[in-house]
């Protein structure tokens, strides 16, 4: 495992954009993967493998590298980490985590959901009304979804996990976030139908930052 991280490290310090979209893309297609298996298993059907849909979810992660590179470094200038040789973790450090999930959560999240489920929409080759009928259906559920889990999982990528590496924890995360939201649906009859895709995949190669871990 040691050596596939310092390998995965080497060729994202020279092609960052390249790597991390590959890896994000790739880390998406586990996801929808683990996702479909889990609606075979929830509603007691044969497991039947849609490559078609797989794909979509790799080109969607791949495809928002540029987007939230340029975005993860509008943070970064934003709302800047103290910049100390040593871990601390004080009131300045605090206020700019917050202030990074706050904009992530308010900008990022409600654009990125809209964003996610528009472009799956016309990547299945349907049509606008489609489009305007799933955001209907599905985009506030989804977003209060999003709200329940992200901004904790966001403070810990923004706050402790250095820059380089937040693209394939908040990917992991989101396989399990996909698992999850699939588990809390078969608890319950009255639940919420929100489909095993979703938006939150975040991809950001700047790795340029003063040290981004204060403790």
Not at 17 to 29: E, F, M, Q, R
Not at 65 to 93: C, S
Request: net charge positive; aromatic share 14%.
């Amino acid at each position: 495992m040691g050596s596939i991280l310092r390998a995965w490290t080497a060729m994202a310090e020279k092609q960052p954009l390249l790597t991390i979209a590959v890896t994000n893309g790739t880390l998406g297609g586990i996801g929808d993967l683990l996702a479909q298996t889990i609606e075979c298993h929830n509603s007691k059907k044969r497991f039947t493998w849609n490559p078609q849909r797989t794909l979509r979810f790799v080109a969607w992660g791949a495809i928002c590298a540029p987007i939230f590179h340029k975005w993860y470094q509008l943070l970064n200038r934003k709302f800047p980490l103290p910049a100390t040789q040593k871990q601390v973790i004080n009131k300045g450090f605090v206020a700019a985590v917050t202030q990074r999930v706050a904009a992530d959560q308010c900008v990022y999240a409600p654009i990125g959901i809209a964003g996610f489920y528009v472009a799956m929409n016309f990547m299945e080759g349907r049509n606008w009304e489609s489009a305007k009928a799933r955001l209907r259906e599905y985009y506030w559920p989804t977003l209060a979804a999003n709200y329940a889990v992200w901004p904790t999982v966001q403070a810990i990528n923004f706050g402790f996990v250095p820059p380089l590496y937040r693209v394939p924890f908040s990917s992991i995360v989101s396989i399990f976030w996909n698992s999850f939201i699939s588990w809390a649906n078969a608890q319950s009859s009255s639940a919420v139908d929100v489909p095993m895709e979703t938006a939150h995949t975040h991809v950001e190669p700047h790795r340029h930052e003063t040290i981004d871990v204060k403790a």
